[in-house]
């Protein structure tokens, strides 16, 4: 029996790529929150005055009878949550090394986040 010689081109990799799609996945969440920060710039600069009725268009706007307002806030506060959940899950893995308090902290930094768009969503879309 030949043994198998792990180098070379015939190599068992083993995590390859793994973190490539949440690379990916912040760069995208943080192009979102980029653009949807400069449109709520653009917002209150063009704001006639600073009262709650303006606050509360740039939450609440339409476009062709579709509450865009309502649905960008919405895809930037997902966002939000998905960026802080990949880097916060990083951090805990990285230097939290008891299991049972890294999956205490990872369970309840998904409860948070969960949480957080629910209220928001809850806050934003309510009549």
Not at 7 to 35: D, M, N, W
Not at 41 to 64: P, Q
Not at 76 to 85: K, N, V
Request: include cysteine; aromatic fraction near 14%; charge should be positive.
């Amino acid at each position: 029996m030949v043994p198998v010689e792990k180098i070379g081109p015939k190599r068992l990799v083993v995590g390859a790529h793994y973190g490539t799609s949440e690379f990916i996945i912040q760069r995208v969440t943080a192009i979102i929150l980029a653009v949807y920060t400069l449109v709520l710039l653009v917002g209150i600069l063009t704001m006639s005055g600073f009262t709650y009725a303006g606050w509360k268009n740039l939450f609440t706007f339409t476009c062709f009878f579709i509450p865009m307002g309502q649905i960008l806030a919405t895809l930037a506060m997902i966002s939000l949550a998905w960026h802080a959940w990949i880097g916060v899950r990083d951090i805990w893995m990285d230097y939290v090394k008891p299991v049972g308090l890294r999956l205490f902290l990872l369970v309840l930094t998904i409860l948070w986040l969960v949480g957080s768009v629910v209220y928001f969503v809850h806050i934003l879309w309510r009549n």
